[in-house]
């Protein structure tokens, strides 16, 4: 039996966050119904059209998930949507300032009624405080969580290659919920659960936010390098480069005098401790790369292993997808997209029992017909719906055959 089997999930959603979110609880067993808007669906569907005609931010986001579109300012879209509601565990929403109110889908009206209901919003700059009624991008909480400042080189600031605020309050987001779903199963109670993209990439800053904290001073951008440990950094061989991360003293002399034959530098008084290699930072890299380049990369790496020091090649993204360890682990699975399939990898956390059910990626209102005829609906209410455009149905699929 997957975790979540029997918890129904109602999301008003889009972009990464949330879907983040509610994918996870997909994954682990969980129905979802995303509610979309009737022109175009989430907006994440029309940031490209990479994977077979599918949005690459879509398809990473919503596998598992029913998709009913109704245009939610309508009563009668609003009205359906809400009866779905009144039958979920979950209540999701990622909806603008103030909306979730305005239409009738925010905690304290949904709780009052249904006081075991879990409601979950998440935003972001939180609600209350000068920023509360603000939008937010994931670009924009990296910049104003810090993020960027300590990303990049230090003549280049820049932001993470992959959208870190957006997962940071995503996978929050999926915690708090399964915590909310623990408690109600031994007591009952639901939940009113707020997350911030903001507060939940503040706390990502980790060591550096403590650094500050304590000494007042910003930790500098190091590139691949790191503010608090030396050796850490990308290194040259023969033929390329490698990176080296030595995070003990005991790792410093195994690198030194097992992989790089230079027992001098373990007892050098500039090198001893961490402390010290922080200290000494540019010596100590200059050192490193030094006896780095006699070696190629693929000896090095093999030296490297042998003597337990951490290290690892640069890897582009044709090679992580070729992955031996991945491949190895059989990690990779195909799942249904629109217009045909793709790879998709299974999710990290691994039940020994039961496996993910890596459910389809669905069409824009693929089940919007099926969907309001449970929520209520008789056949003509449901084809009014759609004919007066407060729905919105996925006909023709090459994939599955003809949509319900």
Request: proline letters at 5%; one cysteine or more.
């Amino acid at each position: 039996m997957l975790p979540l089997e029997g918890i129904t999930v109602v999301a008003f959603e889009q972009a990464v966050a949330a879907p983040l979110a509610t994918r996870n609880l997909a994954d682990l067993g969980a129905r979802v119904i995303k509610v979309e808007r009737v022109d175009g669906g989430d907006l994440a569907r029309g940031y490209d059209h990479v994977v077979n005609g599918t949005g690459a931010h879509f398809v990473w986001l919503n596998r598992g998930k029913e998709s009913l579109a109704v245009d939610l300012k309508s009563e009668e879209g609003r009205d359906a949507a809400t009866r779905l509601v009144a039958g979920a565990d979950v209540v999701v929403e990622s909806l603008a300032p103030g909306a979730a109110t305005r239409l009738g889908v925010d905690a304290p009206t949904l709780r009052a009624e249904r006081p075991g209901l879990i409601v979950a919003s998440l935003s972001g700059y939180g609600s209350g405080g000068p920023l509360g009624s603000r939008k937010a991008y994931d670009m924009l909480i990296q910049a104003d969580s810090g993020l960027i400042s300590l990303t990049g080189t230090p003549e280049h600031p820049a932001k993470t290659g992959i959208p870190t605020a957006d997962i940071a309050s995503g996978m929050y987001l999926a915690q708090s919920i399964l915590a909310a779903l623990l408690r109600r199963a031994h007591t009952g109670e639901g939940a009113t659960i707020e997350v911030s993209m903001l507060e939940a990439t503040v706390e990502w800053m980790g060591h550096a936010l403590y650094t500050q904290l304590a000494t007042g001073r910003q930790p500098e951008r190091r590139g691949v390098g790191h503010s608090a440990i030396a050796p850490y950094d990308r290194y040259p061989t023969a033929d390329g480069e490698i990176l080296i991360g030595v995070q003990t003293d005991s790792g410093w002399r195994s690198l030194v005098t097992e992989v790089l034959g230079a027992p001098e530098l373990a007892v050098d008084p500039r090198f001893l401790t961490n402390v010290d290699r922080v200290a000494h930072r540019a010596e100590c890299d200059t050192e490193v790369a030094r006896l780095t380049r006699r070696w190629s990369t693929a000896d090095l790496e093999h030296r490297l292993s042998a003597a337990g020091v951490p290290a690892a090649r640069l890897r582009d993204l044709a090679h992580v997808v070729d992955h031996e360890q991945l491949r190895a682990r059989d990690r990779w699975r195909e799942i249904q997209i629109e217009n045909g399939t793709v790879r998709a990898l299974l999710p990290p956390g691994t039940f020994s029992d039961v496996e993910a059910p890596m459910g389809a990626v669905p069409a824009h209102g693929e089940h919007t017909r099926r969907l309001l005829a449970e929520s209520g609906l008789d056949a003509a209410a449901v084809e009014s719906a759609l004919a007066n455009g407060v729905a919105f149905q996925a006909h023709v699929d090459v994939r599955r055959g003809a949509r319900s």
